[in-house]
Nanobody
Framework: QVQLVESGGGLVQPGGSLRLSCAASGTIYEINTMGWYRQAPGKERELVATISSSGSITDAESMKGRFTISRDNAKMTVYLQMSSLKPEDTAVYYC???????????????WGQGTQVTVSS
């Protein structure tokens, strides 16, 4: 009943930029935190950045200054602007959001299906 749909992944050269988007849809009463995680081959899923409904950001130290998270609450969409991309940024990027589906339900976490980002020359 809740879907998170990512877009914007692809192949980019080192030093390039990409912008990921993730739109939430379905039966949604309230969206709290939205964010991005990534998982490289053979590695565990790791935090990229999250942003609260009020705009408070938590982001990974290794990506500070290169990645910027933002959200449009009216569009129920979170964005990840990535610049100065490196080969080690290659991973599947997953959207995550904590969503309440009604006034009486607790928020729970939802994941998108993931979008591949490949940084290679």
């Amino acid at each position: 009943q809740v879907q998170l749909v990512e877009s914007g992944g692809g192949l980019v050269q080192p030093g390039g930029s990409l912008r990921l988007s993730c739109a939430a849809s379905g039966t949604i009463y309230e969206i709290n935190t939205m964010g991005w995680y990534r998982q490289a081959p053979g590695k565990e899923r790791e935090l990229v950045a999250t942003i609260s409904s009020s705009g408070s950001i938590t982001d990974a130290e290794s990506m500070k200054g290169r990645f910027t998270i933002s959200r449009d609450n009216a569009k129920m969409t979170v964005y990840l602007q990535m610049s100065s991309l490196k080969p080690e940024d290659t991973a599947v990027y997953y959207c995550y959001a904590t969503i309440a589906t009604s006034r009486v339900n607790w928020s729970r976490g939802y994941w998108g299906q993931g979008t591949q980002v490949t940084v290679s020359s």
